[in-house]
């Protein structure tokens, strides 16, 4: 795969699967085996590939349930690395605005995303614990 397609399939990841929550693109682009890593990560995150992908998906959703939108900048990408800032905005279902931002670097295997590195500022659970947003069933157990 050719850089440029592999930084096209990194974003998809964000903006497709994540975003708009099209679950057909997390099983053509996720790569069965993916591990996602990050904060804070116990048993629940023991789940691999599309799966996870899709549980993460599901989870941003029950925050932003108004909607949201990712925006990247930049993209820094060398071989099978991709690594993007990315800014989040969007509302809680009781309208609240919510915007944050974090870095993920994902590695590319064969076309697909093998590896999620992410982090995000501020840390959403924490925040949506906060206004009472929290009760996703990945927050359960977490302790800030």
Known sequence: MSLEENIRIANRYHQE???????????????????FHGPNRDARFSVRGPAQAKRIACTDADYYMNGFKFIHEPVIAEGNLIAFIWRVEGQTRTGIPLSGGGVDIIRM????????????????????????????????????
């Open 17 to 35: 699967v994540i975003q708009n929550l099209n679950f057909d693109v997390a099983d053509e682009i996720i790569a069965p085996d993916c591990v």
């Open 109 to 144: 295997e064969n076309g697909k995303v093998a590896e999620v590195w992410f982090a995000s500022a501020p840390p959403f659970a924490q925040l949506l614990a906060l206004i009472g947003m929290g009760t996703s069933p990945l927050l359960q157990g977490w302790t800030w």
